[in-house]
């Protein structure tokens, strides 16, 4: 999962070569399929929502957020919970129960089977929470969240009762709920558009922190010497999808907030289409009655947008979002070309390769973290020590990144961007390959506060290169695919086991090599497209250009130079 790093400002576009007076506005959408919006002439219903209540949604949803967006990825704190209590134990022989503290490979196998596919599960349902995001509304994906939640638990609650294995579809519900509750709750940012970076980073920071629900809860259990069973845990955790459920119902809206560039579209549309629909009216006096109080209406919108906008105002938000697209030196790079035509260029294509690449490292890493270290370091005290350590930086590493991501992400090309995040991803993976106690911990702070800038760059990237009017089919294609690919981590582990004996060396050089070589093309490319883009604007800027002859200088002397 990652966050769609869009503001409030950048969805008011211009089609591309339509003319100003009779642009076509579209809504930015995370429907893969793709809708066009009808202009409402009726008053915002949102706008008349009040701040109090605007503050209390804000707030509620980064309380459920917390509790329920990304828990499955707390799976490295969960992992030892589930050995103790000898889940998937029966898998080995009966040498191999003897060592309580280790899994044999069946096990292993098996756990991680049950963390690889909650990861594909949230980065595949991006697509369906997309369409039903946008056709339904914001209410009703949170409420199929809170069911899909209310599922998952119960598999959990009665996991160790039944007679089939409940704990893979239980965290794949789990996991499935995720993006319907972390995604329907993107929209809130325009509640106060003038703070909606901050919002932002309040939901994500909810989402990366959701990990430490299972950190607290093996602690809890840990505490307890194991009278805290799962079953108790998620018992008492069905607390949260009902309160997200009665939340949705009485207090959240029903509608997406509108972003203030869908707000002035709409008002404009409504005079535009005033004037087309009383073009062919004989009675003129009524007609200007008609226009009049549709004017009066626009206005009346616009006023109320003043302050949603804060002292800045529309034009100077505008001119900061300018800023940001030159700097990135890619934006509109495939700016009104078609999903499928896009999808053909290098610029989907590579970006596809690393992102799969890195995912795959990224869920390896976290379902692997504690044998790739009792095996590297040779102690398991030692190796759980470091899996410790990396339940507790995970989601305070993704909470201190947030400001850092946006001051990157804003002020930089998206060649640096690209660049850095090949750089920092080689040396994690350097890290990864020491067998050291210091490279532990050096790998460990790399990479929690590398992986959420890793997804919000991938987002970043997917806007300004591709648009936002292809930005839901286009960037769901990309979070599919690598999704479906993490299937690969059991290959990896298959690999590691049978193939290196244990060793996880050989897997991560591996890794390593080819997300590095897909990265270095990628940013070779980018940057060569960059120059030629920037030349392309020049030339153009040069031949637009109004054409001035110089003014005739007045001399002291005739043209036979005589003074």
């Known amino acids: 999962m990652s966050l769609h790093r869009v503001s409030s400002m950048e969805s008011w576009e211009h089609a591309r070569g339509s003319s100003p007076v009779q642009a076509e506005h579209r809504k930015m959408s995370f429907n893969p399929v793709g809708t066009w919006v009808t202009p409402e002439v009726h008053k915002e219903p949102t706008l008349q929502v009040s701040k109090g209540k605007r503050t209390v949604q804000v707030a509620v949803a980064c309380i459920y957020c917390l509790f329920a967006a990304g828990i499955v990825f707390g799976y490295a704190a969960f992992k030892p919970v589930l050995i103790k209590e000898g889940v998937y134990r029966y898998l080995c022989t009966e040498k191999e129960r003897d060592d309580t503290e280790r899994t044999c490979y069946e096990q292993e196998i098996r756990l991680n089977l049950m963390f690889t596919t909650a990861a594909v599960a949230t980065n595949v349902c991006a697509l369906p929470v997309g369409t039903i995001l946008d056709k339904y509304g914001p209410r009703v994906s949170g409420i199929i969240g809170s069911i899909l939640l209310t599922i998952g ?34 929209q809130l940012s325009n509640t106060f558009p003038r703070h909606s970076g901050l919002i932002l980073a309040l939901l994500t920071g909810a989402f990366d922190s959701s990990s430490a629900v299972f950190l607290f809860y093996r602690l809890s259990y840990e505490a307890t010497n194991g009278a805290f069973t799962p079953s108790n845990l998620f018992t008492l955790y069905l607390i949260v999808p009902v309160f997200i459920l009665l939340v949705q119902i009485f207090l959240m809206p029903a509608r997406s907030y509108k972003t203030v560039g869908e707000l002035v579209a709409a008002a404009e549309s409504s005079a535009e289409e005033v004037d087309q629909q009383g073009e062919d009216n004989d009675e003129p006096a009524r007609l200007e009655r008609i226009r009049e109080q549709r004017r009066v209406r ?17 034009d100077k938000q505008q001119m900061q979002e300018q800023r940001k697209k030159e700097i990135s030196g890619v934006w509109g790079a495939l700016h009104g070309k078609t999903a499928f035509q896009q999808v053909k260029t290098p610029w989907f294509i590579l970006i596809t390769l ?19 270290y009792e095996y590297m370091l040779g102690n398991h005290a030692i190796a759980e020590h470091v899996n410790n350590v990396f339940d507790i930086a995970l989601p305070v590493g993704g909470v201190l990144s947030i400001p850092f991501i946006g001051l990157i992400l804003d002020n930089t090309s998206t060649t640096f961007v690209l660049a850095f995040l090949v750089s920092t991803a080689t040396a994690i993976g350097v ?12 790998n460990i702070a790399l990479f929690v506060v590398y992986r959420p800038l890793y997804y919000t760059a991938v987002s970043d990237y997917a806007a300004k290169v591709f648009g936002f009017h292809t930005f839901g089919k286009v960037y769901g294609l990309i979070i599919c695919l690598a999704g479906l690919l993490n299937f690969l981590q059991s290959a990896l582990d298959a690999l590691r086991y049978k193939q290196f004996h244990g060793d996880p060396v050989p897997v991560n050089i591996i890794l390593l090599a080819v997300v590095f070589l897909i ?8 940057r060569r497209k960059t120059q030629d883009m920037k030349r392309d604007y020049l030339e153009d800027e040069a031949e637009n250009a109004p054409e001035r002859t110089m003014p005739e200088v007045s001399s002291g002397y005739n043209t036979n130079g005589d003074v």
């Open 153 to 186: 638990a119960v598999f959990f609650i009665f996991a160790p009762q039944v007679a089939f294995d409940a704990y893979i579809p239980g965290y794949f519900f789990l996991a499935l709920a995720g993006p319907f509750i972390f995604i329907s709750s993107f």
């Open 298 to 314: 626009r206005e009346s919108v616009l006023s109320e947008l003043a302050p949603l906008l804060g002292k800045k105002g529309e």
């Open 354 to 372: 690393f992102t799969v690449g890195q995912m795959l490292r990224i869920n390896y890493f976290v379902a692997t973290i504690r044998p790739q």
């Open 431 to 442: 890290l990864g390959c020491l067998p050291y106690l210091w490279a532990a911990y050096a």
């Open 519 to 526: 990265g270095a093309v990628l940013v070779y490319y980018v």
